[in-house]
C-alpha cells in the first residue's frame, strides 16, 4: 500500500487553507483519505467567526478522518454528519454561524476495506478511482459549474459574484460543509467492489486545474503522472502554467495561484 499527500499555499506566507489526511491502520485493514478545500474569504471580510478558515478546515478534516477510521459501521454521509455538528460546536458561543460565509469547505472522503471501496464528494473538489483495467472514473460534484455556467448565460460580468454566493447552500445552487450537518446528505457519494479498485487520488480545485483549466491531459493522464511521478509534480506542472499566464487570459481563472493539494492511495 502506497499512501501520499502534498499541499501548497497558493503563495509565499499565505495560510493554506486546504486540508488532507490518509490513515491506513494496518496492513489488510484498510485506509481512509479525506481531503477539503476551505473557502478562501477577502481580507477584511465579514464572516461572523474569528476562527478562520485554516483552523475550520483543520478540525472539520481531523474529526471526519477519525470517524472514518473508528466507525466502519457508520455510512460516510453518517461520518460527515458527526464531524460537522463537533466542529460546529467548537467554535463557541461568540461565533455567527448563520452567517452565509461562515467558515466552510469541499469535502472529499474516500474509504475501503477488504470487500468495498467507499466514497463522497461534495462541491467541486475531485476524486479519482483507477479500476483495475487501468481505467479511471472521475467522481465529481457538478452543481456549482452549473450554477458559474448560468450566470455566464444570463448575468452581467459585474453581478455574477453576488449570483453566485446567493446559490451556496440553496436549493437551486450547490453545497459546500459549514455549520450545518444535513448538507452531508448532498453529497454525491457511492460504493465500488475493492476487487475492483487499484487506486485512488483526491485533488483540491488548485490542483485539478491540471486538467480543468490548463487542459495538460484527461484524468487518465493526470492519474499517470500521480502514479509515476508523485503529487508534487503534479502541483509543480500546474504552477509552471500558472506562471505562464500570469494575467489569466489564455486560461481565465478567478485567481492567478491557488491552494494547491493532491493525494493518492495505491490500494
Not at 485493514?29 to 474569504?41: A, E, H, P
Not at 493522464?221 to 487570459?249: M, N, Y
Request: hydrophobic share 40%; with cysteine; proline share 6%.
Amino acid at each position: 500500500m502506497r499512501c501520499e499527500w502534498v499541499t501548497e499555499p497558493r503563495s509565499d506566507g499565505h495560510p493554506n487553507d486546504d486540508y488532507a489526511a490518509t490513515a491506513a491502520p494496518a496492513p489488510g485493514r484498510g485506509g481512509t483519505v479525506v481531503l477539503l478545500d476551505g473557502v478562501s474569504t477577502r481580507p477584511g471580510e465579514s464572516t461572523g467567526c474569528g476562527h478562520g478558515t485554516p483552523w475550520y478546515t483543520a478540525r472539520l478534516g481531523g474529526a471526519l478522518l477519525h470517524r472514518c477510521g473508528s466507525r466502519p459501521d457508520l455510512p460516510l454521509t453518517e461520518c460527515l454528519v458527526q464531524a460537522i455538528d463537533e466542529t460546529a460546536r467548537g467554535h463557541g458561543d461568540g461565533c455567527e454561524l448563520s452567517h452565509p460565509r461562515t467558515p466552510q469547505a469541499t469535502v472529499v472522503a474516500a474509504r475501503w476495506d477488504a470487500t468495498a471501496v467507499e466514497y463522497l464528494v461534495l462541491c467541486d473538489s475531485v476524486l479519482l478511482i483507477q479500476r483495475t483495467d487501468g481505467r479511471v472514473l472521475p467522481v465529481l460534484d457538478t452543481r456549482l459549474d452549473e450554477v458559474w455556467a448560468a450566470a455566464r448565460t444570463a448575468v452581467p460580468y459585474g453581478e455574477r459574484a453576488a449570483f453566485i454566493e446567493a446559490r451556496r447552500n440553496a436549493e437551486d445552487g450547490f453545497f459546500t460543509a459549514a455549520a450545518d450537518p444535513s448538507v452531508a446528505h448532498r453529497a454525491v457519494t457511492g460504493t465500488l467492489p475493492r476487487a475492483g479498485v487499484r487506486a485512488l487520488a483526491a485533488l483540491t480545485d488548485g490542483a485539478s486545474r491540471w486538467t480543468e483549466v490548463f487542459r495538460l491531459g484527461d484524468w487518465e493522464a493526470l492519474f499517470a503522472v500521480l502514479a509515476e511521478k508523485g503529487p508534487r509534480e503534479v502541483i509543480a506542472q500546474v504552477r509552471a502554467a500558472e506562471r505562464a499566464d500570469p494575467s489569466c487570459t489564455a486560461f481565465p481563472r478567478g485567481k492567478i495561484h491557488d491552494d494547491a493539494t493532491a493525494a493518492l492511495a495505491e490500494l
